[in-house]
Nanobody
Framework: QVQLVESGGGLVQPGGSARLSCVAS????????MAWYRQGPGRPREWVAS???????NYRDSVKGRFTISRDNAKNTAYLQMNSLKPEDTAVYYC????????WGKGTLVTVSS
C-alpha cells in the first residue's frame, strides 16, 4: 500500500521558516518525481515546487528564492524548506509523487500569522 505522510506544518510568524517532510512508502521512491502543492483558503490547489529523480528542481514564481525542495532517496523522504514566509503562504501543503502512477498525501496545514 502506497503512503505519503507529510509533517512539519504549524503556526509560523511572518518572516519565519518551516520545513515540511514527506515520507513515502510502497513506491520505488528514487524513480518518482516528487512535488509539493498547496491549497489556501478559498483557493484552488496549486503547484509549488517539484524535483525529478535526477535532482533538477522547479518552482512557481511566487516562492522562488524563498522555498527549497529537496529529496533524500535513502530515506524515501522529500522536503520543502520554506523561508521568509508570508501570510499568503498560508495553506494546506500536499506531497505528490508522480510516476507510472500518481499519489497524494493527506496534507499538512501551514498558517503564517502574527
Amino acid at each position: 500500500q502506497v503512503q505519503l505522510v507529510e509533517s512539519g506544518g504549524g503556526l509560523v510568524q511572518p518572516g519565519g521558516s518551516a520545513r515540511l517532510s514527506c515520507v513515502a512508502s510502497g513506491i520505488s521512491f528514487s524513480t518518482y518525481t516528487m512535488a509539493w502543492y498547496r491549497q489556501g483558503p478559498g483557493r484552488p490547489r496549486e503547484w509549488v515546487a517539484s524535483i525529478i529523480s535526477g535532482g533538477s528542481t522547479n518552482y512557481r514564481d511566487s516562492v522562488k528564492g524563498r522555498f527549497t525542495i529537496s529529496r533524500d532517496n535513502a530515506k524515501n523522504t522529500a522536503y520543502l524548506q520554506m523561508n521568509s514566509l508570508k501570510p499568503e503562504d498560508t495553506a494546506v501543503y500536499y506531497c505528490y509523487a508522480g510516476g507510472d502512477r500518481n499519489y497524494w498525501g493527506k496534507g499538512t496545514l501551514v498558517t503564517v500569522s502574527s
